[in-house]
Structure formats: C-alpha cells, structure tokens
C-alpha cells in the first residue's frame, strides 16, 4: 500500500502544468475506485511564486498505509517568465509516523543542500544533511509547471531530459517523450481524447514497476493543465489512473 501512495508522488507534478490557482484530482485503481485525491493552490505574482500541493490516501488506500498524508511545498522566485525553485519541501505523515524534507536551492554556487529529519511518536528518529550530486533551478513541480515553455510540443517524436530537486533517486532525471501521431492510438485508448489536447509520455526509473522502468501517459491541455493521466504496470496493481475533476 505504500506503494500505491507513491503513485499520488510520481503524478503530482502532471497535475500542476499551467498557471492556475486551484486544481483538484482524484487518483484511481482498477475496481477498488478511488485511493487518492490531491488539491493543489498556485500563488503567483510578478516576481515570485509558491505552489502548495496536498495529498492523502483514501478508502481502503487510507486504512492499508495508516492514514497516509503528503504535504509538498515549493517556494522561488520567477526568471524570463520561468518559476525557479528556491525551496523545496516534503512533509510526510502516516500511523505514527512523521518526515520532514527541506530543499535549499543555491543558484549563486549551484548547489542544493537536503536536510531530512523524522519523528516516530513525536520524538526525533533520524536527522541528516547532504549536498545533492546536481544543481537544477527546477524541483519536481517547477519542472512540470514550466514544461509548456521548455519543450516544443508540435515536434513530434522528440525525447526531453531534464533534471529536478527532489528526483535524487533517479540522478535527478526526469525524461519526457513526445510521441509521433502514427503512435496516438494507445494514447487515445488509455487517455481518451480532445481536439484541445496533446499527449506526453513521461519515464519513471524506480523499483516499482514489473517492467525496468515506468511509463506515465499524459493527455494535456492547451492551456497546459493536465485532463488525465496513467502510470502503467505498477507491480501488484497494474495501471492507476488519475483525472482532473
């Protein structure tokens, strides 16, 4: 079940590709029905931005991963029209349990310093700090949120590599495809489809999945929000859907 709480993590960023203020998803599985919601609020202004992301299991999903919760919070500043992180931080909660998780963006010396501490029973169980092997100006949700502007959607059949604070268990790599029309077919099927829409397909390295790595199909807006999207062949569950609601 943690894992399937995972899933609400590796979706969250698709969820929050346009400039918005609020956007709610509901996150599916097969004939469980829905594991998971998210909200997400996007304050925006000249010069800086915050984006404020929580999610939590639901149904059987909430009883099986103890009343799983996530708090994702990315603070920065904005730069020839693109969000720049400045800090990025996850607050995780389930049983008795507790993780907090602060990103510090330095773009002057390009670094980032990750502090970690955890609580299990409101005392303190583990406290760390690291500098990460990357620099990037994007966290995980910066990336999605500038996605309309880093890649050129009308050519086709196009790979992107990009990296994220907060993605340090795949080396900060983050790839997105851009499929070729003549590949639309499984997209349509698995997504449905829009005439105001366009598809992505985004690669997730992480010992979840049945195959080597996951695959993440994604049926966008024009206005850059996402309307769906499907992780595929999560070991145990097969494919979980998400939609914008």
């Given amino acids: 079940m943690k894992n399937i709480f995972l899933v609400l993590t590796l979706l969250l960023g698709t969820m929050l590709s346009a400039e918005t203020l609020k956007a709610n998803y509901k996150v599916e599985f097969g004939i469980i029905g829905e594991i998971g919601i998210a909200n997400a609020v996007l304050k925006r202004n000249k010069n800086t931005y915050e984006i404020d992301v929580q999610l939590k299991a639901t149904g059987l999903a909430k009883t099986l991963s103890g009343g799983r919760t996530e708090h994702h919070i990315s603070k920065g500043h904005i730069e020839n029209g693109l969000m720049v992180s400045d800090l990025y931080q996850v607050i995780k ?14 773009h002057k010396n390009k670094i980032v310093i990750k502090k970690y501490k955890s609580w299990k029973n409101g005392k303190v169980e583990d406290e760390s700090t690291e500098r990460l092997k990357f620099y990037s100006k994007d966290d995980l949700l910066t990336l999605y949120f500038n996605l309309n ?10 790979h992107y590599t990009f990296l994220a604070v907060g993605a340090e268990k795949q080396d900060g790599k983050a790839e997105i495809y851009i499929p070729k029309k003549s590949d639309y077919g499984e997209y349509k099927e698995m997504l449905g489809e829009n005439n105001n829409s ?6 997730i390295h992480q010992n979840i999945f049945s195959s080597d790595k996951g695959e993440l199909l994604l049926r966008i807006g024009d206005d850059g929000i996402t309307q769906k999207a499907v992780l595929k062949d ?12």
């Avoid at 909660?93 to 330095?106: A, F, P, Q, R």
């Avoid at 959607?153 to 196009?158: G, Q, V, W």
């Avoid at 999560?234 to 609601?245: N, P, S």
């Fill in 93 to 106: 909660s389930h049983g008795s349990k507790t993780s907090n998780k602060v990103y510090i963006i330095d």
């Fill in 149 to 158: 502007k880093k890649i050129d959607r009308t050519k086709e059949d196009k």
């Fill in 198 to 203: 366009w598809y992505a397909r985004a690669i």
């Fill in 234 to 245: 999560l070991i145990l569950f097969g494919d979980v859907r998400a939609e914008k609601i």
